[in-house]
Antibody, heavy 121, light 107 residues
Framework: QLQLQESGPGLVKPSETLSLTCTVSGASIISSDYYWGWIRQPPGKGLEWIGSIYYSGSTYYNPSLKSRVTISVDTSKNQFSLKVTSVTAADTAVYYC?????????????WGQGTLVTVSS | DIQMTQSPSSLSASVGDRVIITCRASQSISTYLNWYQQKPGKAPKVLIYAASSLQSGVPSRFSGSGSGTDFTLTISSLQPEDFATYYCQQTYSTSWTFGQGTKVEIK
């Protein structure tokens, strides 16, 4: 049974870097069949795709966040990670990691439970 | 970016009602369109992928249609567990985007 679990600090100070990790269990992240992605949801608002990574390291980012976001993969730990630099209160959100198939319409078919990150001093 | 616009933003319906939610893309996206259901405090769940394919395990009362710029999600007979927020998502471009969501509430 595939499971994804987000981890990282729940509170980040303004102007600092938000760092989250997604641990994948029940399947190998080294698969040519899937992307691994991050999605966020500010409290009471809609979903925003942040970006996705392929096991080879190829990345795709939301243009509105691209200058501040880095997604990377650690195949030895079966994890992928998110970094968002220079955070502000607008980055306060529940952050989800998820898997999407490489082919077709690539829906996010498995999700983590989500982790709330608050940006505040 | 391709903009996705859902309508309505919210609706009230009764158990047993037929519900239709629409999603319009700012440019043609072929059938690179997915639908999700989200309940409060939970991660979204995919219902429909590639505009009209039912995800495994999803009840057959959910259906999707459309191509190009106009898409619909239909719930043929609304059940109590269907009260939730629904999102469309396009994956046509390399920058994926979601619609703003449609909240389905109890009438």
């Amino acid at each position: 049974q595939l499971q994804l679990q987000e981890s990282g600090p729940g509170l980040v100070k303004p102007s600092e870097t938000l760092s989250l990790t997604c641990t994948v269990s029940g399947a190998s992240i080294i698969s040519s069949d899937y992307y691994w992605g991050w999605i966020r949801q500010p409290p009471g608002k809609g979903l925003e795709w942040i970006g996705s990574i392929y096991y080879s390291g190829s990345t795709y980012y939301n243009p509105s966040l691209k200058s501040r976001v880095t997604i990377s993969v650690d195949t030895s730990k079966n994890q992928f990670s998110l970094k968002v630099t220079s955070v502000t209160a607008a980055d306060t959100a529940v952050y989800y990691c998820a898997r999407s198939p490489y082919s077709g319409s690539s829906p996010f078919d498995y999700w983590g439970q989500g982790t709330l990150v608050t940006v505040s001093s | 970016d391709i903009q996705m616009t859902q309508s309505p933003s919210s609706l009230s319906a009764s158990v047993g009602d037929r519900v239709i939610i629409t999603c319009r893309a700012s440019q043609s996206i072929s059938t690179y369109l997915n639908w999700y259901q989200q309940k409060p405090g939970k991660a979204p769940k995919v219902l429909i992928y590639a505009a009209s394919s039912l995800q495994s395990g999803v009840p057959s009362r959910f259906s999707g249609s459309g191509s190009g710029t106009d898409f619909t999600l239909t719930i043929s007979s609304l059940q109590p567990e269907d009260f939730a927020t629904y999102y469309c998502q396009q994956t046509y471009s390399t920058s994926w985007t979601f619609g703003q969501g449609t909240k389905v509430e109890i009438k």
